[in-house]
């Protein structure tokens, strides 16, 4: 049973805990000292602690020095934080096996072992929380994580000092305990105030049989972490901050800060909250045998918001600076309900041209700065206390056959795959799969076409993966996790007329939406259809828009940007097509899909013509390399793409679809 009265281990005695917890069967993981600093990592007994040691850090700074005390946890924070054994660095994902046409893939289950983690701070407690609630969100949440979190045991330690680049005070994080924690130590010079506030943590306290805190003890340890306190004061003002900074996205500053950030993602491997990751594969010389690995990425790399086959979203090093600023202190609060930093100063001492992140909000979003209109609608997220987080089975990998193949251009191909799993037939339109051939890259594939023995990709030729997948013969199978993401709206078009736009491959997402309207066609006011391509050869599906055109309930139109002399259709950009329409946009619901910038035209037309914004869809195609939000690739402001898309409408996005760099 927990109890709230405080016991007190003396200091000579400190190994009884490390002999407690490795006799729950616990690693103890804490800090010691490697290479001249404070890191956190696996600890055999009291003196693997950093005894008669403390750090001085400061903008682009971090000593280590000897106090001259006895005491053990006489320092701010370690130099790495406890994500390194939660979201581990590297992680395997899946193993798979390629056999001529046949193929298997399997998820590795995670592999957690019963861990005490030993010296966390106030800050860090609040760290393991919000990283715990990014992983654990969306419609799978990361196994991995959750596994690793139910198998730890946190004993933390208040703060006794402090650096001069702690600001956990303004970030509400510390330096306090006062939650999250199994058992927490106060550190006084000759032991230790031991408080209990878990089941667990009080069954091993128990079985230390220590005797009560007295008063000077407790008064003292209260007394120290005030202190703390006061000397931190408040350097950051965060009422209203996420506002301010949505307020400021084209502040100068941006690009004044860029000139001197080197991009080297020091300040997100340090962090404590960041979870961006990526996806490396490896296959043996045969290519039959193949893994893949989830790694620590960053926002701050140039790859990683580059989408296959166009441009980078964010190819300036101000837009990726940005990202990261208003991610942590802004569109957090959007995706989980809280920031995502907690004021430990990390990312200011290890940042080599001493990037002051305090500095950088004063000046970018001070307070009293108007706020303003904001870019996107306030997020239901904002303020909610985190839902209750249960443990996530690993997504399930379907193995499908190539039933059938059409070319539709010269580098694309549409795959009609068979198959009998249940989840899979029940695709709505506008979702998409994550699709994987052993020894390739997993890409995002939308589903092109509903069937009730399988379904269509229709796959255009970008890049390895691509190239395979263009490539595979009838008979040949492949892996399939989904359906994913947010499907189209249809119902919302009910009783009123539908404009479809398609640029390119943007057809293969829009197609399954074409033919739920056309299965159910009374239920539809007029429908029209706009259809652009780069020239006539890159058109999709020939045969079935030239059949839809022809009937008399549809209105079929077709455009491309360049053609010679056996075209004798319109040249031009799709927009042409409607920009002098005559029909009345305000009974109309608009769907979309193409590239960013001929979207971004024709919902400048649509507005024109009356369409609604809360009326207008579209469905982004972002670099969605896990699926599931956890791998922050396809990020577009407060939203991640695969998890609250692909399908958006524009009221939705507000301001930050077609904004640079974001």
Known sequence: MVTDIARFLPRAELNRLFEALAADGRRVIGPTVVDD?????QLTSPADLPVGWTADSAPATYRLRATGRDRAFDYAVGVT????????PIVPLTRGRRDGDRVAVESVLPVAPRSAYLGVRACELAALTIQNRAMRAGPLGDADHAAR???ALVVAVECATAADTCFCTSMGTGPEVTGGADIVLSELDDGFVVRTSSESGARLVDGLDLQPAESPQTDRAAAQVAAVRESIGD????EGLPERLRAALDHPRWAEVAERCLACANCTLVCPTCFCTSVSVASDLTGTEATTERAWDSCFSLGFGRVAGEANFRPRVRDRYRQWLTHKFSTWWDQFGSSGCVGC?????????????????LAIAPAGAPSGPIPWPPSPLAGRAPAPLAVVAPAEHVTVRVADLGAETADTVTLRLATTDPTLLAARPGQFVMVELPGFAVPPVSISRMRPTGL????????PATAA?????????LSLRGPLGRGWPIAAAFGRDVVIVAGGIGLAPLRPLIDAILADRPRFGAVRIYLGARSPRDRLFVPEMAALAGRADVEVAEIVDRAGPEWLGRVGIVTQLFDRAAWDGSRATAFMCGPERMMQASATTFERLGVRTDSTWLTLERNMACGVGTCGHCQLGPFFVCRDGPVFSLAELGTAFGREGL
Do not use: M, Q
Not at 235 to 238: A, E, F, L, M
């Open 345 to 361: 100063g990390r990312c200011i001492a290890w940042c080599p041209v001493g990037i002051d992140v305090r500095e950088e909000l």
């Open 149 to 151: 979190d139910e198998a």
């Open 37 to 41: 600093a404070i890191v956190y990592d």
């Open 235 to 238: 350097p950051v003002p965060t």
């Open 456 to 463: 269509d990709l229709t796959i255009r030729s970008v890049g």
């Open 469 to 477: 997948l263009t490539s595979l013969a009838i008979g040949a199978e």
């Open 81 to 88: 934080s406890w994500k390194r054994f939660n979201h581990p």
